[in-house]
């Protein structure tokens, strides 16, 4: 467990934690999905390219890690800054830290990283199997959109920033 108030969120920069995070989180999709995917090998080659290399697939993007003390808890990708309208992609909490506020934080410290930037909308797309999230993203203020992506059992959600 690990108290809210310890967990800081940075800007990642190369350091360790990330690759790990993105790995369980890529896992865990994939196994919702009814996909096997037993290691970074069986994923898909999009998702294991940024487990792989993730300095060059979020090049261009805002990477937020929730740090406690020296270990990476959450990760959250923020991509399209510059664009007017951001959107969040990968946010995953350490399923041992879920439940403390996390993920708030991070989100949170993404919207504002979003103003800073100038946008003015930030948005983003979740699994409807995950109701948890959902109901995350509708407290901090996010709505449920128009679709924009094709994927099917996939809900979009936006907010002003």
């Given amino acids: 467990m ?6 800081a969120v940075v800007r990642w920069s190369g350091q360790h934690g990330l690759t790990e995070l993105l790995t369980a989180y890529h ?3 994939e196994a919702e999905k009814g996909r096997i995917a037993n290691d970074v090998e069986d994923l898909p080659d999009r998702y294991r390219e940024e487990v792989l290399d993730p300095q060059t697939a979020f090049l261009g993007d805002v990477v937020l890690l929730a740090q406690s003390g020296d270990s990476s808890v959450g990760c959250l ?9 951001s959107e969040i992609k990968r ?5 041992s830290c879920r439940g403390q506020g996390i993920a708030s934080k991070m989100v949170n410290s993404a919207v504002e990283a979003c103003a800073e ?7 983003l797309s979740v699994w409807e199997w995950r109701q948890g999230a959902i109901s995350l993203y509708q407290r901090l203020g996010f709505a449920i959109t128009e679709s924009w992506d094709e994927r099917e059992q996939l809900v979009c959600m936006q907010r002003p920033v």
């Fill in 2 to 7: 690990v108290d809210q108030q310890e967990v």
């Fill in 27 to 29: 896992l865990q999709t």
């Fill in 77 to 85: 990708v923020l991509a399209d800054l510059s664009g007017g309208r």
């Fill in 91 to 95: 946010l995953w909490t350490d399923p």
């Fill in 117 to 123: 930037a100038g946008a003015s909308t930030v948005r």
